[in-house]
């Protein structure tokens, strides 16, 4: 079983910057894909970024590259976003995920099989 707890959001300005953590529980954590995903009050849960079990490999969003940056410390069981140059549309809750799942589908949100409770960002403008 794993479990992730997430912290770090919270009310920041436009072009600013904000660091979201995932605690994760489990033994199995460094043979995770990792990702994260956000989701406004009625809209489908989109796909923001994943990293590989070894953090070797990294994904993203297209409206995000170049502003956000995923990690992640095997050591601490902790997934990280670091999140740049904040827009007012970065504005939603985001969730960590886990999955054992490796290949081509990491931004399918099915994919997933754990999640965290989720954490909201606001950005002003």
Do not use: H
Not at 11 to 16: D, E, R, T
Not at 74 to 79: D, E, F, G, H
């Amino acid at each position: 079983q794993v479990q992730l707890v997430e912290s770090g959001g919270g009310l920041v300005q436009a072009g600013g910057s904000l660091r979201l953590s995932c605690a994760a529980s489990g033994r199995t954590f460094s043979s995770y894909t990792m990702g994260w995903f956000r989701q406004a009050p009625g809209k489908k849960r989109d796909f923001v970024a994943a990293i590989s079990w070894s953090g070797s490999r990294t994904y993203y969003t297209d409206s995000v590259k170049g502003r956000f940056t995923i990690s992640r410390d095997n050591a601490k069981n902790t997934l990280y976003l670091q999140m740049n140059s904040l827009k007012p549309e970065d504005t939603t809750v985001y969730y960590c995920a886990a999955t054992p799942y490796s290949g081509s589908d990491y931004y399918i949100a099915r994919v997933y099989n754990y999640w965290g409770q989720g954490t909201q960002v606001t950005v002003s403008s």
